[in-house]
């Protein structure tokens, strides 16, 4: 089954929490703080697999969770990092953030591979908190979250010379004739449920890898039919190859067909529409197709055309060598613009608070990456930490920003799911 397409949750693994601990051995009484730190939880990385054609393995895994990484222990025992969870993916899978739909990694290289999500990092134990001033210090940290992502994975075949048309013009036969592919062949429309691939191999010892895309419809790049499903993989073509049926044989013109084709391409994508197009008029054994080659050429006199008749293999030889000789010409094109790639530059800007306080009803609600990652990975158990939580809070001009928003002492505040009381 050819799946190119796929929504999932991807959730790396927490850090270990670090540990409280004391030296405790005969004839030391005053042993200080010893307690570990946790482990690094898992990341989930995607890998490209060659052998892989296809995402239907990752069909039905809609949740994928990495593992948290080992609690420190006591006597310095840090835990260890727990195993990454590596994602096989098909070579030219592009990965996007939903929640800002930026891409994060186009795998489009043999050896690729990225963190998607990364695991959250091990919490410090109490040793890892002495100071001068504090030589024991009776708290440790829990571990960081892991980062939680809703991802699209989309997979664009990679191609030199993409086969576009509308249905049973032929582009199945062409492959089929020029390349080790054996795509299903039929007469009736949509016989090419998913994209074919083939590699061309020519006597000058060059080649190239040609994609039989299946049949455009008029509305394709609004999402009829399949349409934009299969557009995508045009994406990666350096060439369009523009299969017509010269013959007119269901009745339909081929200046029509072109030009229906011709306004999906546009309206999908502008980079789309500007790529490097040849013409092949294909059926040209049949008897109408001269005639309605000369139309062609004189409405479209600038275009590039080759009449070419798949069934019989004629003509066949001039079009594939023009293609070769055209492929060394184009320099690799950049697959996307610069800002839908994910950025990892991080921007601060003056008087930018890394939180935002509202008020619910009578309840101050904090939020906050920054203020939530520190209260869930503050061990609320130990007085210590909670008075450290507290000083941060307070280090971060919460407590001012409250009081300058007209929140009272004994006011209710609410972190996560949390409430506490706003007090000294």
């Known amino acids: 089954m050819f799946v190119d397409e796929i929504t999932l949750k991807v959730i790396a693994g927490n850090g270990g929490d670090g540990c409280t601990s004391f030296r405790r051995e005969k004839f030391v009484p005053m042993g200080g703080p010893d307690g570990g730190n946790g482990g690094r939880g898992a990341n989930i990385i995607f890998k490209v697999d060659k052998g892989l054609k296809t995402l239907v393995d990752l069909r039905y895994m809609k949740i994928i969770k990495g593992d948290k990484g080992v609690n420190g222990k006591g006597s310095n025992k840090f835990g260890s990092n727990a195993d990454d969870v590596i994602i096989n993916v098909p070579l030219g899978t592009t990965i996007t953030d ?24 091990g919490g410090k134990g109490n040793k890892s908190f002495a100071t001068h001033d504090n030589p024991a210090p009776k708290f440790s940290e829990k571990g960081e979250p892991g980062e939680i ?24 036969t062409l492959l089929s004739q020029i390349s080790a592919s054996k795509p299903k062949i039929a007469a009736y429309h949509f016989t090419t449920l998913s994209p074919n691939l083939g590699v061309v191999k020519l006597k000058n010892t060059k080649s190239f890898v040609m994609a039989d895309l299946p049949g455009l419809i008029e509305g394709a790049s609004e999402g009829i039919g399949l349409g934009d499903k299969f557009l995508r993989h045009a994406m990666r073509t350096k060439i369009l190859c523009h299969i017509i049926d010269m ?9 029509y067909d072109y030009e229906v084709i011709r306004k999906e391409i546009e309206k999908y994508s502008d980079k789309l529409a500007k790529k490097v197009e040849v013409i092949v008029a294909n059926k ?31 003509g066949i030889d001039e079009l594939l060598n023009y293609l070769a000789d055209k492929l060394d010409e184009i320099e690799e094109n950049n697959i996307y613009e610069n800002n839908d790639l994910e950025s990892h530059m991080v921007f601060k800007f003056k008087n930018e608070k890394p939180y935002t306080i509202t008020k619910d009803g009578d309840i101050w609600v904090i939020k906050g990456e920054q203020i939530e990652k520190l209260f869930n990975m503050t061990k609320f158990n130990e007085d210590e930490a909670v008075l450290r939580f507290a000083r941060k809070l307070r280090g971060m001009g919460v407590e001012d920003e409250l009081e300058r928003l007209g929140a009272k002492r004994g006011d209710e505040v609410q972190i996560l799911d949390y409430i506490f009381e706003f007090k000294e």
């Open 149 to 172: 992502r809703l991802i699209k994975c989309e997979l664009k075949l990679l191609a030199d010379v993409g086969l576009v048309g509308l249905p049973s013009v032929g582009k199945s």
């Open 247 to 255: 013959s007119g044989s269901e009745g339909r013109s081929p200046i």
């Open 284 to 314: 040209m054994d049949l008897d109408s197709s001269l005639n309605n080659l000369e139309e062609f050429k004189k409405k479209y006199p600038d275009k590039i055309i080759f009449p070419i008749s798949a069934m019989n293999n004629e």
């Open 98 to 121: 939903l929640d800002t739909n930026l891409i994060i990694a186009d795998l489009i290289k043999e050896d690729d591979e990225v963190v998607v999500a990364h695991g959250g990092r």
